[in-house]
C-alpha cells in the first residue's frame, strides 16, 4: 500500500522556521521525483519545491526562493523541506507528493500525502 506521511507542520511566528518530513513506504521511492505543494486557504495548489532523484536537480517556486530547502534521504525513504524565514504568505497546508512516469508503458505515478499544516502568525 503506498503511503506518504507527512509531518513537522505547527504553529511559527514570523521570521521562524520549520522543518517537514515526508516518509514513503508501498513504492521505490528512489526512483520517483518528489515534490512540495501547498495549499493555502481559498488558494489553488501550488508547487513550492522538487527534488530529482537521486537529489541533483533540485526547483523552487520564486516565492520561495532562498528561504526553502528541500532535500531526500533515499536511505530512510524521506523527503524535508526546510522552511526558514516564514511569513504569513507560507501559511498553508504542505503535501508530498511523487511522481514517475512509467518508461515501459509512459503510465504516470502519481501519489500524495494528506498534508501537514503550517500558520505563520505572531
Known amino acids: 500500500q503506498v503511503q506518504l506521511v507527512e509531518s513537522g507542520g505547527g504553529l511559527v511566528q514570523p521570521g521562524g522556521s520549520l522543518r517537514l518530513s515526508c516518509v514513503a513506504s508501498?513504492?521505490?521511492?528512489?526512483?520517483?521525483?518528489m515534490n512540495w505543494y501547498r495549499q493555502a486557504p481559498g488558494k489553488e495548489r501550488e508547487l513550492v519545491a522538487g527534488?530529482?532523484?537521486?537529489?541533483?536537480?533540485?526547483n523552487y517556486a520564486d516565492s520561495v526562493k532562498g528561504r526553502f530547502t528541500i532535500s531526500r534521504d533515499n536511505a530512510k525513504n524521506t523527503l524535508y523541506l526546510q522552511l526558514n524565514s516564514l511569513n504569513s504568505e507560507d501559511t498553508a497546508i504542505y503535501y508530498c507528493n511523487a511522481l514517475r512516469r512509467q518508461s515501459s508503458t509512459g503510465k504516470l505515478d502519481d501519489y500524495w500525502g494528506q498534508g501537514t499544516q503550517v500558520t505563520v502568525s505572531s
Open positions: 508501498g513504492f521505490t521511492f528512489e526512483t520517483f521525483w
Open positions: 527534488i530529482s532523484v537521486f537529489g541533483e536537480t533540485t
